[in-house]
């Protein structure tokens, strides 16, 4: 495809109120503390709070679970980054660059490679333009939701613990209601660098959303007042 990225397209239905931290406009007293993020009067998934949750569950996939496409995966950087160490190092005869100027690129590939997971699907730290996932934000579907059906607003304790006691106070969040649909897209970057069929990759990535459907895993903040479940179904192409 076109850039050498190719996606997968995913519906999410808010399954409960869904609160994702955002800043208000304007602040009132005794008016609405919390409110969830908005873009033009209208609510959103940012694509880092749903990437952020597809890296935890991949993080216990790999740390609960022998699951053999994300050991595959692993495999699959390991060699990368070590095509890449090599090329550097030839690079380095080439050019006749000094190994003090290398040592500090040397010790990042080492260390990189001493932590070689699936997790690194989502980004390695220090190095641009490797294979990885791009999340698009999640946008409202306006022709299967109104505007007037899209908030609720809520009333949950807030328990404070201060030096000599403990305190209740309520706050009061604008949420997004329950089976509210959005829809956004998963980018696959550069995923043909990596020696491994890229439809093994959209398999696992596609095992990954749907864990959300159990209800353990959870959107946004607040889970533990019981927000943030939804449903994501994977839309074929």
Do not use: W
């Not at 093994?200 to 607040?222: M, P, Q, T, W």
Request: hydrophobic residues 30%.
């Amino acid at each position: 495809m076109k850039n050498n990225i190719e996606k997968m397209s995913i519906k999410v239905t808010t399954k409960s109120n869904l609160f994702i931290g955002g800043t208000p406009n304007t602040f009132e007293i005794g008016g609405i503390d919390c409110y969830t993020v908005t873009y033009n009067g209208k609510p959103y998934i940012p694509g880092s709070s749903f990437k952020g949750v597809c890296r935890y569950i991949v993080r216990d996939i790999i740390k609960y679970e022998k699951n053999a496409c994300a050991e595959k995966i692993a495999e699959s950087y390991k060699k990368y980054l070590e095509q890449m160490q090599e090329r550097g190092k030839k690079q380095k005869e080439s050019q006749k660059i000094k190994d003090g100027r290398l040592e500090p690129i040397e010790r990042k590939f080492q260390d990189k490679l001493s932590n070689v997971s699936a997790q690194y699907l989502f980004g390695i730290d220090g190095f641009n333009n490797t294979p990885k996932l791009l999340f698009n934000d999640l946008i409202l579907d306006e022709q299967e939701n109104k505007i007037e059906d899209l908030f609720s607003i809520d009333t949950k304790n807030c328990i404070e613990y201060l030096e000599d006691r403990v305190e209740s106070n309520p706050r009061t969040y604008k949420t997004i209601r329950q089976e509210v649909k959005f829809y956004g897209d998963i980018l696959f970057y550069h995923m043909q660098e990596l020696e491994m069929d890229i439809k093994e990759i959209k398999e696992f990535i596609k095992e990954v959303v749907l864990r959300f459907n159990d209800g353990i895993y959870r959107l946004g903040n607040s889970g533990s007042r019981g927000y943030g479940k939804i449903q994501v179904e994977v839309i074929e192409e």
